[in-house]
């Protein structure tokens, strides 16, 4: 693990959109900073995500201060501010088996703008107090411990090793022809390069340069990995062969979900060192 780095970083200001690669992240308690802050939601309530709507993949979300600004093919670039959260007026987001109080964006054009890009109502709508509003699944967490709109965890990390390998074992099965397959497909927080192959799955606290962190448990995958985030293509790829390689209990896992033991900013080239 000596020469274990971080090799990149993502950061997704709006879950299921595509993200940006910083040099460097502020680390906060619920993941890095403006990561997964804002969501769509569909007329129940319930998030929108690539799993359902692919197209998803081809537009993107910049931070920018004090809000956002959205991009996608045949649209006209939007800016977003952040909206002010006022009492009463938040709205419920069903985030899987979680309910979370959000507050919608002001400008009704945020919401026209996705829904004619998505071709459905929805809504946009900001997490103003992730200190608060959501706590990590209680089964792998500690008292505190809260997380933004990703899927369960503050942040995923992998490895391009354990990518790698994965891609050895594409190239050897049945559809050899959708690999080797980018690291774009798991729509990581954190890429470490310098490690063995599955090196992570060992790993119960590690260090990125200035910031530690608790490994919570291995993360399971889902059709989002087949989602080609270039064209918003689907294939059978990775988890065809995770599932025959990479299962565990019911869950076809790649890459390890990851809680903060405390703030910090991650780099580029920062070493990263296993403690435990």
């Not at 890095?32 to 995500?49: C, F, M, P, S």
Request: with cysteine.
């Amino acid at each position: 693990m000596g020469n274990a780095r971080l090799q990149s970083i993502h950061v997704h200001p709006v879950k299921a959109l595509r993200g940006l690669a910083p040099r460097e992240a502020a680390v906060e308690p619920w993941g890095l900073a403006g990561d997964r802050r804002w969501v769509l939601i569909d007329d129940g309530g319930k998030v929108v995500t690539q799993r359902r709507h692919p197209r998803l993949a081809l537009a993107a979300a910049e931070l920018l201060p004090g809000g956002v600004r959205l991009s996608a093919p045949g649209m006209e670039p939007l800016t977003v501010p952040v909206p002010v959260p006022h009492p009463g007026d938040t709205v419920v987001v069903e985030i899987f088996r979680d309910k979370v109080e959000g507050v919608p964006a002001r400008d009704p054009a945020a919401h026209a703008w996705c829904s004619a890009y998505l071709g459905m109502e929805v809504r946009l709508v900001h997490m103003d107090d992730p200190a608060t509003r959501r706590p990590v699944d209680p089964r792998y967490a500690r008292p505190g411990e809260t997380v933004s709109f990703a899927d369960g965890y503050p942040l995923l990390l992998t490895t391009t090793a354990s990518l790698d390998a994965l891609n050895q074992l594409v190239a050897q099965g049945d559809h050899a022809a959708e690999g080797p397959l980018p690291m774009n497909r798991f729509r990581p927080n954190l890429v470490v390069s310098g490690t063995s192959a599955w090196a992570e799955d060992g790993w119960r606290r590690v260090t990125v340069g200035e910031v530690a962190f608790r490994v919570a448990k291995p993360c399971g995958r889902c059709a989002v990995t087949t989602t080609d985030q270039g064209t918003a293509g689907r294939g059978r790829e990775p988890l065809h062969t995770l599932g025959r390689h990479r299962r565990l209990g019911d869950k076809l896992v790649f890459g390890q979900n990851l809680v903060p033991l405390g703030p910090g900013t991650v780099r580029v080239g920062d070493p990263v060192e296993v403690v435990g």
